[in-house]
């Protein structure tokens, strides 16, 4: 693999799987495959379960990561090109990502949308400069559109509850519903779930959202699309929960009528379904005490695996 920055990086996803599972079943059995090598963690933006679960995957791949908060302590970065940089930006990407690049073996990368000019986010412009101007193959750690290492140990998860509770179906339902939210947050981990999911082409995918936040139809044309949740809730196996802001109308929240919290009685619709989330979730704002503390919920497990997606990624760039 010599970048990972999307489902289209990934030629045999059932194979990644099982060999992300692999390493979970046995952490340090590549211990010594990143020796000497360097993965360098650039984030302009914040997080934590991306930044240590890929910090733990190159540790136990003998790799040394360093981790560079640009957002938070370095130099305010400009991306435009041919800009008169006489305002707050003070170091462009064209002289820092090759910098970066000599640095490191692995250059990682996190950046959000702006989610003001939609051309733009979509575009890709952020990640897209850093992999032209690095020289070293690229990871994505989330970009303006897609959270591939999110993605893919979504399907890990899915995967690895199905083997340990089989549910007696040959195609499970998996639902991705939207929920509420108090900001404006981007589409990356619904494009990318709805992506992956659709490459994966192991599931019935089902996104329900109110009208106006219909995703981007370049990720979600695998899925059955509806703007009802309690009907989409109907016998589902998996429920993916998450908030995004509207792409038609870029960036905004459009006005919600009805309800769309989920809680325990919705929940009975569903066929036993597992909860999914990939965190940070804002408690009783898009998911109740109920159901995050309650027997359904994956979210720890899902975010525990974002390390055996990281180290499972990382070791095939190492070993292309
Ligand atoms: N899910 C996720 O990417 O979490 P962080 O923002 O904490 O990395």
């Known amino acids: 693999m010599k970048q990972f920055l999307s489902v289209h990086d990934a030629t045999d996803i ?4 099982r060999e ?27 997080s934590m379960r991306t930044r240590l679960s890929t910090q733990v995957a190159a540790q136990q791949l003998g790799m040394e990561c360093i981790v560079f908060n640009v957002g ?13 940089m006489n ?5 462009h990407v064209k002289d820092a990502a090759p910098i970066l690049g000599n640095y490191v073996d692995i250059l990682a990368v996190r950046t959000f949308p702006g989610l003001k000019d939609r051309e733009a986010d979509y575009s890709e412009h952020i990640m897209h400069q850093f992999i032209q ?26 995967t690895e509850e199905l083997q340990q509770h089989p549910i007696g179906k040959k195609r499970p339902k998996v639902v991705l519903t939207w929920a509420p939210h108090v900001k404006a947050l981007p589409q990356c981990v619904a494009n990318s779930f709805a992506e992956w999911v659709g ?20 990720f979600t044309h695998q899925a059955t699309v509806v703007h009802h949740q309690e009907e989409a809730l109907r016998d589902a196996d998996f429920v993916y929960v998450k908030n995004w802001s509207s792409f ?7 006005e919600v009528k009805e309800n ?10 569903t066929h036993n379904a597992k909860l999914m989330h990939c965190l940070p979730v804002r408690r009783n704002v898009e998911l109740p005490d109920e159901l995050l503390d309650g027997p359904h919920s994956l979210v720890t497990r899902q975010a525990s695996n974002r390390v055996w997606a990281a180290q499972v990624v990382i070791h095939k760039m190492l070993h292309p």
């Not at 059932?14 to 799987?17: D, H, K, V």
């Not at 305010?76 to 008169?84: K, L, T």
């Not at 769309?260 to 619709?269: A, C, G, I």
């Open 87 to 91: 305002g707050t930006t003070v170091e």
């Open 20 to 46: 992300a599972l692999e390493h979970k079943a046995n952490p340090w059995k590549h211990k010594n495959s990143g020796n000497g090598k360097r993965i360098g963690c650039l984030f302009l933006n914040p």
């Open 199 to 218: 490459a994966w082409g192991e599931v019935d995918c089902v996104i329900a959202q109110p009208p106006g936040y219909e995703l981007d139809a370049s």
């Open 248 to 254: 038609q109308h870029y960036g905004t929240l459009p």
């Open 72 to 84: 938070a302590e370095g130099w305010s970065m400009e991306f435009e090109d041919g800009a008169i």
């Open 133 to 158: 101007y690095a020289g070293v193959p690229v990871l994505s750690l989330e970009s303006a559109t897609r959270h591939p290492l999110q993605s893919l140990t979504d399907v890990i998860t899915i």
């Open 14 to 17: 059932p194979g990644l799987i």
């Open 260 to 269: 769309w919290l989920l809680n325990n009685e919705k929940w009975s619709l």
